[in-house]
């Protein structure tokens, strides 16, 4: 039906930036909330960041000013920039959307993508 790919998770030098991407494809009629989590090693997945269909964003207090959500809804994909990394931002990121399906009874799937896996180290 619907399918998240993120990309853009590397090995990075504390300070250092990376710019995360989640392409959903498949049966969509539209996306609602785009959401960011996170899952760092022998920990629960965390939320980072939502934006809305109308570009609202928010973002937790812990990547506050250095993280930012956005989105392209021609392309049906959402971006994490992410700045000033630091060895505590080291997670698989998870990618996280409402999507409506663009099929009757339109329902809306809460769809999760694979994970990227950000490392940060010298």
């Known amino acids: 039906q619907v399918q998240l790919v993120e990309s853009g998770g590397d090995l990075v030098q504390p300070g250092g930036s990376l710019r995360l991407s989640c392409a959903a494809s498949?049966?969509?009629?539209?996306?609602?909330?785009m959401a960011w989590y996170r899952q760092a090693p022998g920990k629960q997945r965390e939320w980072v960041a939502t934006?809305?269909?109308?570009?609202?964003?928010t973002y937790a207090d812990s990547v506050k000013g250095r993280f930012t959500i956005s989105r392209d809804n021609a392309k049906n994909t959402a971006y994490l920039q992410i700045y000033s990394l630091k060895a505590e931002d080291t997670a698989v990121y998870y990618c996280n959307e409402g999507i409506v399906l663009n099929y009757p009874p339109y329902k809306t799937l809460d769809a999760w993508g694979q994970g990227t896996l950000v490392t940060v180290s010298s």
């Open positions: 934006i809305t269909s109308d570009g609202m964003t």
């Open positions: 498949g049966s969509i009629f539209s996306i609602d909330v």
